[in-house]
């Protein structure tokens, strides 16, 4: 399993393969945002479908601590399982987006 100083390297390359996915519809960037200081991570979708404009999180991670928290996930890829296939066990990520109640029912970190 990788340690906490590959969580970035991991998070990176996630976002830059769902960055990479051409879009089937409209004029839509994908747009990275990686903060290492701060350690957060986004995949935004930023551009028009027609005369609608379009902006939005599309996966959002962050690491505190020794965990990593997936605060959002709008695709219908299970990213949590990406995340766990390249590298990042179980016990380190939480599902932020899930109300702290639930989440001892999903197999990942509560907190």
Known sequence: MAGVKEY?????????????????????????????????????????????R???CVIHLDIKGEKVWLQHDSTDAKIAEQLVEMGISKDR???G???EHVRPDTGFAVN
């Not at 747009?31 to 005369?51: H, K, N, P, S």
């Open 93 to 95: 990520l939480v599902l």
């Open 97 to 99: 987006f899930q109300p």
């Open 54 to 56: 379009v902006h939005g």
């Open 8 to 52: 970035p390297d991991i998070i990176k390359r996630l976002l830059m393969e769902y960055a990479n996915i051409p879009r089937a519809y409209g004029q839509i960037e994908m747009e990275t945002i990686f903060d290492d200081a701060q350690q957060r991570y986004e995949l935004l979708a930023v551009g028009w479908d027609g005369r609608r």
